[in-house]
């Protein structure tokens, strides 16, 4: 009789366990989704009133003809617009690279070219957000960059992978171009090994 009473307990806290476990799977995964949908949805707010904020600068440009070498960037400054036609990719660029710039948008790299000036321009995204796209990048695609004081387009010269702390494809360079740099591989879950760099010179 004990033996039976026993199953019995065991049975009934195996049950308990089991709805507990789901209930709070339940909780867990409904938290995650809000999580995500809340910070997409902030990132697309961010990127609108950047992108309202930089027609706001070309039009200030075109009345006033400031110089943009008075400009001193700041972290979170919005400093342009970079648009890949054959992807369909359009996204706002700040300047930085900190976790918070990237969540909402893609980064001008410290110590690179500004956006706009002659030399190697570098810009930072995540894979799997707004740089997802260059995974379908080609040689002789066109890269257009919007800022302020122009509109400049590039053409793809060569697509690489590299070591995270290869910054070779960052180093300063004497004709007008641009590197994009993304995690890699793509579909990789958690922290990615390899870097994604994407080249292209000024038509």
Same mark, same amino acid.
């Given at each position: 009789?004990?033996?039976?009473?026993?199953?019995?307990?065991l049975?009934?806290? &195996?049950?308990?366990?089991?709805?507990?476990?789901?209930? +709070?799977?339940f909780?867990?995964? @409904?938290? *995650?989704? /809000?999580?995500?949908?809340?910070?997409?949805? !902030?990132a697309?707010?961010?990127?609108?009133?950047?992108?309202?904020? %930089?027609?706001? $600068?070309?039009?200030?440009?075109? $009345?006033?003809? =400031?110089? +943009?070498?008075?400009i001193? /960037?700041?972290?979170?400054?919005?400093?342009?617009?970079?648009?890949?036609?054959?992807? @369909?990719?359009?996204?706002?660029?700040?300047?930085?690279?900190?976790?918070? *710039?990237?969540?909402?948008?893609?980064?001008?790299?410290?110590?690179?070219a500004? #956006?706009?000036?002659?030399?190697?321009?570098?810009?930072a995204?995540?894979r799997?957000?707004?740089?997802?796209?260059?995974?379908?990048?080609r *040689? @002789?695609?066109?890269?257009? %960059?919007?800022?302020?004081?122009? %509109?400049?387009? !590039?053409?793809?010269?060569?697509?690489?992978?590299? =070591?995270?702390?290869?910054?070779?494809?960052? &180093? #300063?360079?004497?004709? +007008? =171009?641009?590197?994009?740099?993304?995690? !890699?591989?793509?579909?990789?879950? @958690? &922290? /990615?090994?390899?870097?994604? =760099?994407?080249? /292209?010179?000024?038509?």
């Amino acid at each position: 009789m004990k033996t039976t009473n026993n199953q019995q307990m065991l049975s009934t806290r &195996s049950r308990q366990l089991l709805r507990w476990t789901k209930r +709070s799977l339940f909780i867990i995964g @409904g938290v *995650t989704i /809000a999580y995500v949908t809340l910070t997409l949805l !902030y990132a697309r707010f961010c990127q609108e009133a950047a992108g309202n904020s %930089l027609d706001k $600068q070309i039009y200030a440009e075109a $009345q006033h003809h =400031a110089s +943009s070498s008075r400009i001193v /960037a700041k972290e979170g400054d919005v400093l342009g617009r970079i648009e890949i036609p054959r992807l @369909g990719l359009t996204v706002e660029v700040f300047e930085g690279t900190t976790p918070r *710039t990237l969540r909402v948008g893609v980064g001008h790299i410290e110590g690179t070219a500004l #956006p706009g000036a002659s030399g190697n321009i570098g810009i930072a995204g995540h894979r799997d957000t707004f740089f997802r796209g260059l995974k379908d990048i080609r *040689t @002789g695609d066109e890269i257009q %960059l919007q800022t302020a004081t122009g %509109l400049w387009r !590039y053409k793809v010269d060569w697509v690489q992978i590299v =070591a995270p702390r290869d910054t070779a494809i960052l &180093s #300063p360079s004497t004709e +007008s =171009a641009i590197t994009l740099v993304t995690c !890699y591989p793509f579909r990789f879950i @958690g &922290s /990615a090994p390899e870097r994604f =760099a994407v080249r /292209a010179r000024k038509e």
